[in-house]
């Protein structure tokens, strides 16, 4: 079926119910073949429809005037809507600068004369020193380089990135960041942004990824806290348990028992003040061979990021306390 347009269309548009939109075309219906037919475009829809005998001529049909993407909530739309990058806090001046492209190029895809050319070469260098002028935007520039690469390191999602640009902002405004490393106060605020969400990562991974110390990254976090005045959660165990089962790749029934287990700890109260992954990883280990399958310390330790002596240490305490009532073993 071929929809012959002629090259000069009549478009009228009219509102239906005050949603609809459609469009009146001057085309030729393929099936009663008047010339002087006026087709409906429903652009809700995407149908051309012959108003004579009310076939659809066809379907989903694209307009010049419209985006070749459909959104379906004033959400959606917005998102969609092409009006330039959203600004962001994780880019040195928010994404609100101006950059001038090295094509050399006009809009029209032609090349530029000698003497324009080299005006933008001019100009292209004087908005690159402008842009980097200040101590603050050169400290911002590295710090947030930084943060992108721990993010495709870490596997960090966008609300983390985003959380931590806004610590770092707020420390570089405080003038915390002065006299101490840009990677400590990157990766601090990083683990506070992870703890802040409820992301599980622990400050010997962090440490590990980026090659900074634990104990300068400690102090640094421990100085935002300080001085910052933030309030940081404690880590969720049961996340603690489900990482700890995937990394080493335990069954669904003994993660399971780990969680009903850890549920009955956090009621005695025991676990308040300790690290929770030292819980997660000894519960889990208590669970696996309450499921029947053979794992040792050295294996959960090894998953969880703690030593064989920590596990056994909880598992005494829980012994003493909890295990008086409930068998573990």
């Known amino acids: 079926m071929v929809l012959h347009t ?22 030729t219906c393929f099936t009663c073949l008047n010339d002087y037919t006026n087709a409906i475009t429903d652009s809700e829809s995407g149908e051309v429809v012959c108003s004579n005998c009310g076939i659809v001529i066809t379907e989903k049909s694209e307009s010049i005037n419209n985006p070749e993407w459909r959104a379906f909530t004033a959400e959606e739309k917005y998102k969609r809507a092409r009006t330039g990058a959203p600004t962001s806090l994780a880019i ?23 003497a324009m050319y080299s005006a933008y070469n001019r100009l292209r260098t004087w908005d690159c020193r402008i842009i980097y002028d200040r101590p603050h935007n050169r400290n911002l520039f590295q ?78 976090c421990r100085l935002l806290i300080n001085e910052l005045d933030l309030k940081v959660p404690m880590a969720d165990p049961m996340k603690c348990i489900v990482k700890i089962a995937s990394k080493a790749e ?28 030292s819980f997660a990883a000894t519960v889990l280990y208590i669970s696996s061979f309450k499921a029947g399958e053979k794992l040792t310390q050295l294996d959960i330790a090894t998953a969880a990021g703690v030593t064989e002596v920590t596990i056994r240490n909880r598992l005494k305490e829980l012994n003493n306390t909890v295990g008086k009532t409930i068998h573990w073993i």
């Open 143 to 220: 710090a947030f380089s930084q943060l992108y690469a721990l993010k495709d390191k870490l596997g960090l999602s966008y609300t983390i990135v985003e959380k931590t640009a806004y610590i770092y902002r707020k420390a570089e405004d405080r003038g915390l960041v002065r006299g101490r490393t840009t990677s400590g106060m990157v990766t601090a605020a990083i683990y506070l942004a992870c703890r802040d969400i409820g992301v599980p990562r622990t400050l010997k991974e962090i440490a590990a990824v980026s090659n900074t110390k634990r104990k300068h990254i400690a102090q640094c």
């Open 6 to 27: 002629t090259d000069t269309a009549i478009k009228v548009e009219k509102t239906l119910n005050d949603k609809k939109t459609i469009t009146r075309n001057s085309v």
């Open 92 to 114: 040195h001046d928010r994404g609100l600068a101006t950059l001038i492209s090295k094509t050399g190029r006009d809009a029209g895809g032609q090349k530029l004369d000698t």
């Open 250 to 277: 335990l069954s669904e029934k003994t993660t399971r028992l780990a969680m009903n287990m850890m549920t009955e700890i956090i009621k005695s109260k025991i676990s308040a003040g300790k690290n929770p992954m």
